[in-house]
């Protein structure tokens, strides 16, 4: 009976199949095609050169064991590579390589000359060097669950963070995305949970990287014509974390393949934590098919943290810089720096720099002129209750009536400019506007939006309107 490539192939999976997990089968061997048997040899074709490394590296002594089962001493194995070729419509080609020395497979030497250059990118964190897998999680120990601290605000995403970190891929936060506004510790948090899952699961490869540098390896490889062994790396990875996904807006190849990756990492049960300033409701120009991936899991917003949050924050930071402050200039600073913990943080930083600098007692006197000085040379994100305020005076009615359910015309048209600024001053989420808004839902605050556009468009009163309290909202 005469064997066939893929008789003798199948036979070599199902004996690998029962020696490896079946993680590592699904990804490493599943996509091996057999493509020919001449004599002893068996040409097998894989779908990228960084694969055809992995397996080298990793597999060989199980690949040479299967082999020699299966056709004896002799047998030679010969890996065929297949790059597509992401420059328009050409022709994919070939490069055919025979098994490495090291394993005892004896190889077949089959010189094909190649029509392009070979793939350079492998580990897009380590160009050149091939044989270099070893994955850096570019993770900062320093930002840890230790020292996000937990308040009102944070509560949900925080405890769902650290249900990840116990079990990353085994619960139903996949994805977990984290959103909300600047500085409120999304970048933090997931560091955090990369930390605390190297910590538990050391064997995991974990690794932590913004959207624009993955956008920016993206174009690379398509440059150098890498894009399959681009979307492979990512693929091994067991634990995503991309940071401010919603800088992928508008990018419609890079959406494509962190869609494929995405899908990929999520089948097999791998764990991805997303960062956002912004809902996934509200991201514009983003693909449908991501959107609703980035609701299968969990979506949790980081508020603005409330003063006993922020009391805890500057104590945390004062012991970790080994800094003793009064109380009552501890509690200054936590009721006048109210938006965000980075602007928290820096002005104790400059509190603390002024006071050993100048060899100053460090005393309320001293903490409003830091604070003073700080605040109006930073830009404060200006808060849902604030314009509230603002567009309620400017008006001449009470908060409580621009929250009313009433459909008085004026006062609709009130609470519609709040929602309006609400969305352009803050990075809250659509939903959580409405429902400091009067407890309406995110479609009501998307009409008011819409509405406030065309009346400036239309309405001369109404664009005045729009122009002072633009004017008031940003003294």
Wanted: hydrophobic share 40%; net charge positive.
């Amino acid at each position: 009976m005469s064997r066939t490539a893929e008789s003798v192939w199948n036979n070599c999976l199902a004996f690998i199949e029962d020696n490896i997990t079946s993680q590592a089968f699904k990804t490493w061997f599943e996509p091996i095609k057999a493509v020919k048997l001449t004599d002893n040899a068996l040409s097998i074709q894989v779908p990228s050169k960084f694969f055809y490394e992995w397996l080298e590296e990793h597999y060989v002594k199980i690949l040479k064991v299967a082999l020699t089962k299966e056709l004896g001493a002799t047998a030679k194995l010969v890996y065929i590579i297949r790059m597509e070729n992401t420059y328009g419509n050409k022709q994919p080609f070939t490069e055919k390589i025979p098994s490495a020395n090291r394993s005892n497979l004896t190889s077949q030497e089959v010189d094909v000359p190649l029509k392009n250059k070979s793939p350079e990118l492998k580990n897009p964190f380590v160009i050149p060097g091939i044989r270099n897998v070893k994955i850096e999680s570019q993770l900062n120990p320093n930002y840890n669950f230790e020292s996000f601290l937990e308040g009102e605000s944070n509560r949900l995403a925080r405890s769902a963070g650290l249900a990840v970190a116990n079990k990353p891929g085994g619960t139903s936060f996949n994805p977990l995305l984290i959103f909300g506004g600047v500085g409120l510790g999304k970048t933090h948090l997931g560091h955090a949970i990369g930390v605390d899952i190297k910590d538990k699961y050391p064997e995991k490869t974990v690794l932590y990287i913004s959207a624009e540098k993955f956008t920016q390896q993206y174009i690379e490889s398509v440059k150098k014509n890498n894009r399959n062994d681009f979307i492979h790396f990512y693929q091994i990875i067991d634990v995503l974390i991309v940071d401010d996904i919603q800088l992928l807006s508008g990018k419609a190849g890079t959406q494509d393949v962190f869609f494929h990756i995405f899908n990929h990492l999520h089948q097999n049960g791998k764990q991805v934590i997303l960062t956002s300033d912004k809902a996934p409701v509200d991201m514009i120009d983003i693909e449908q098919r991501l959107l609703s991936r980035f609701k299968w899991g969990l979506s949790a917003e980081l508020n603005h943290p409330d003063y006993d949050t922020r009391v805890a924050i500057i104590k945390n930071k004062l012991y970790r810089d080994g800094v003793e402050m009064p109380d009552d200039i501890i509690e200054f600073l936590a009721n006048n720096i109210k938006t965000n913990i980075r602007e928290l943080e820096g002005a104790i930083i400059s509190l603390i720099a002024h006071s050993s600098f100048n060899k100053k007692e460090i005393t309320i006197e001293l903490a409003r002129k830091i604070v003073d000085n700080y605040v109006k040379h930073t830009k404060r994100e200006v808060s849902i209750d604030y314009i509230q305020k603002v567009v309620s005076d400017y008006f001449q009615m009470d908060v409580d009536t621009l929250q009313s359910k009433t459909r008085k015309r004026h006062i609709v048209q009130a609470r519609q400019l709040a929602m309006f600024f609400a969305k352009k001053f803050t990075k809250a989420s659509l939903a959580s506007i409405g429902s400091q808004i009067g407890q309406r839902d995110h479609a009501t605050v998307l009409h008011a939006c819409k509405t406030v556009d065309n009346l400036s468009s239309t309405d001369k009163q109404f664009r005045k309107y729009v122009e002072d309290l633009s004017k008031k909202l940003t003294l």
